[in-house]
């Protein structure tokens, strides 16, 4: 159970409509990027719809919506909230 | 004053700018870039000041061109847009995230206005903002609330600029960021300022939700099947503004200013600045002003499509297919655009971000067979393309111009592609974007991006079209003393003095463009062009009509000496099939005709749109690289068709 709930996944592969908490964010040149537009550890995120051929993918955080490309949303780790 | 106007993309902050300072705006670029830079006039109570609108972006930490010059103008205190005072709009809706940049502005030490815009929106979205604590927070800093898509605020704005002050404070966070480089640095940075500000409890009431109607609306604007369709279905309505209405006002343009030349020829005495004035001058003012409503229907279309918060679902749902070859979700409008006309194609391009994405989207525009291309296909096809149906009912004819219009797309992508392991890129391409909430369109904001664009392209791009198109009638209107020995031998003709009075006027006409100095041009050329099949009338008319597409009909209809009225082109399309070579072939055979199609598919052959990439990318490097690219390939392929086919 214990090593369940630890487990963590990125972004980009959650399920739509499914919250989640962001946990880390990789350090590359989009973290800043990502940071800036509210992307920080602990806030709660939600996948809202899908582009066709399911990238880039929209995201709800804080109120706003936020699209990124699969590749973006890789570099952020998150975990159920 | 010189004052800043900075905020986070969506926030309302060009309504904000419009509001302040009206229509006494200029636009221009920021030094070594092309990144739009406004200004305008604002009058306070006390006092006038320059306020200069900057791109929207999120913090100071730069990766994009947009955000690199925000970097460069904030730092330097040399830069000759460094301003005295900032302005920054906020979406009150959104406080906590937009405030990161500010609290940086803050820390900067700049006298600075906050303004929370949309504060209606925060209202709805039953969001309360403790105004007294962000105060405390930030002690130096006005703070005064606005809506500017109802014009409410624009008093406590300006009474506030007359209140600024080089205030004495401490950072809110630190002073040292500016100089922060690393990744992980600037991102540290940003994430405490952002713990700090959320930890300042300004917003009481849980965080709003995205409602679940706009959510369904999203579902189906960027549904695999409905969005691509809705999508085709808004382009359909632009192509047929584009298309069709718009020759309405370009006709009235075009008829106007032949009036305006033969009219003010009637009043001036004969001369060479009356010859320059009513054929050189007037008709080239009249070549830029006819792109005026292609201009202004394309950017109402587009400033409507983007003020409503629709067009950025485009960019989402189109971004995956145009990644492959080096552009962009944002490429798709531009790209569209330019089968109407390449010129507002490549000015829209600017609302791409990454400088790599842009360029490449602009290089490859002119590909798409834009409308100027229409009049040459459909000369050239029924002239050389029989009239036979395959299978009954598909029209070999149409499926030809059909083709043309594939090829050019065609080569658009795979240039791209080329261009993508080509160019170096300054910075890796982000799709990082917000999707804003829908809204009901601000006509006076739509207003002002029309406005805005036409100017930029009269007064940038048009310079250099009127001088382009001076030299070019000049040099198709004049031409070695040698034309006068050539036109009094031609009048002593048996025929021409048994020749109508018009008659005589188009063999005269005729005359004089073959002599004049394009025309030798022409022939001594056409060593060059035999081997696609070109003589040197050809070649002439091939000259000319580098001032526009188009006027190659005109020129092969002057050089054949068939006048210029209504039915020109059937009588055009008779005189070329009678056109026999030296050896007594037609010279309009099917190989020379398919080498001038494809040979039109790409070359540049538009000063216009020279001009216009001139002014988009700052610099002639890109123009003429283009040029040159375009004509080899134009050359090669036409050299090619020619050959398989002859």
């Known amino acids: ?81 | 004053m010189k004052i800043a106007l900075f905020g986070n993309p969506n926030t309302g902050k060009s309504t904000i700018f419009n509001m302040l300072t009206g229509l006494r705006q200029q636009v221009g670029n920021f030094p070594g870039v092309t990144v739009d830079k406004k200004k305008g006039r604002i009058d306070t109570a006390q006092s006038q000041h320059q306020l200069t609108d900057f791109p929207g972006t999120y913090s100071i930490f730069a990766r994009s061109l947009d955000e690199q010059v925000v970097k460069e103008v904030l730092t330097n205190p040399q830069h000759p847009d460094y301003p005295e005072a900032i302005i920054y709009v906020a979406d009150a809706a959104n406080l906590e995230r937009n405030l990161l940049f500010f609290s940086q502005l803050y820390d900067l030490g700049f006298p600075i206005l906050l303004v929370l815009n949309m504060w209606d929106r925060a209202g709805q979205k039953g969001l309360q903002i403790k105004l007294d604590t962000l105060q405390n927070n930030f002690p130096a800093a006005s703070i005064v609330t606005a809506n500017a898509r109802i014009a409410l605020g624009k008093d406590r704005i300006l009474h506030a600029i007359d209140q600024f002050a080089v205030g004495e404070r401490t950072a809110f966070h630190d002073t040292a960021f500016q100089a922060l480089q690393s990744d992980a640095e600037q991102t540290q940075n940003s994430d405490e300022r952002l713990q700090k500000i959320r930890a300042l409890g300004l917003i009481t009431a849980a965080p709003s939700k995205i409602s679940n109607q706009s959510t369904r609306l999203d579902r189906i604007l960027t549904h695999r099947i409905y969005g691509y369709l809705i999508f085709s279905a808004i382009l359909l309505v632009i192509f047929q503004f584009i298309f069709s209405f718009a020759s309405i006002p370009m006709d009235f343009i075009d008829g106007q200013f032949v009036r305006l030349s033969s009219w003010s020829a009637a009043q001036l005495p004969e001369g060479v600045l009356s010859k320059l004035l009513t054929q050189g001058l007037i008709p080239g003012i009249g070549g830029v002003l006819v792109f005026v409503p292609q201009i202004a229907i394309l950017f109402f279309f587009i400033a409507l499509l983007e003020e409503s918060g629709y067009l950025s679902r485009v960019v989402f749902i189109m971004d995956r297919l145009m990644r492959p070859f080096g552009l962009n979700g944002k490429s798709v409008v531009p790209l569209l655009s330019s089968v109407a006309c390449a010129i507002p194609g490549i000015m829209s391009a600017r609302t791409i971000s990454d400088w790599k994405e842009r360029l490449i989207t602009i290089l490859v525009a002119p590909f798409m067979s834009c409308s100027a291309r229409i009049p040459v296909y459909t000369l050239l096809i029924s002239l050389v393309i029989p009239k036979i149906y395959i299978g009954g009912f598909l029209s070999l004819q149409g499926l030809v111009l059909f083709g043309l219009y594939a090829l050019g797309i065609l080569f658009a992508l795979g240039t791209a592609l080329l261009l993508k392991l080509l160019v170096k890129s300054r910075t890796p391409g982000f799709h990082l974007m917000e999707l804003p909430d829908y809204k009901t369109p601000r006509l006076a904001n739509i207003g002002y991006t029309v406005y805005e664009k036409v100017r930029v392209f009269i007064f940038d791009a048009g310079k250099i079209i009127v001088a382009i198109s001076i030299i070019l009638w000049a040099l198709a209107s004049y031409g070695p003393s040698s034309r006068e020995q050539a036109l009094s031998a031609l009048h002593q003709e048996q025929n021409y003095q048994q020749a109508e009075q018009a008659k005589q006027q188009e063999l005269d006409n005729a005359l004089l463009l073959s002599e004049s100095y394009i025309g030798h041009f022409g022939k001594w050329m056409e060593p060059a062009i035999a081997p696609l099949g070109y003589d040197w009338k050809i070649g002439i008319a091939l000259l000319s009509s580098f001032a526009a597409r188009e006027v190659f009909v005109g020129s092969l209809a002057t050089i054949y000496a068939v006048g210029d009225d209504t039915d020109t082109q059937k009588r055009l399309i008779e005189k070329l099939k009678e056109e026999k070579t030296d050896k007594g072939q037609a010279t309009y055979s099917l190989a020379t005709g398919a080498s001038l199609l494809v040979f039109y598919v790409f070359a540049m052959q538009c000063m216009a749109t020279l001009a216009v990439v001139k002014r988009e990318t700052n610099t002639w490097t890109w123009p003429l690289l283009q040029l040159v690219f375009m004509g080899v390939v134009a050359y090669m392929s036409a050299f090619l068709v020619f050959q398989l086919l002859v």
């Open chain 1, 1 to 81: 159970m214990g090593l369940l709930l630890h487990m963590s996944q990125t972004l980009d592969s959650i399920s739509l409509n499914e919250l989640v908490e962001i946990a880390a964010i990789a350090n590359n040149a989009i973290a800043p990027k990502l940071t800036e537009m509210g992307l920080t550890k602990g806030q709660k995120i939600k996948a809202i719809f899908k582009a066709p051929f399911g990238d880039p993918i929209a995201y709800e955080i804080n109120g706003n919506i936020i699209s990124m490309r699969k590749e973006e949303a890789m570099q952020v780790e998150v975990q159920m909230a």
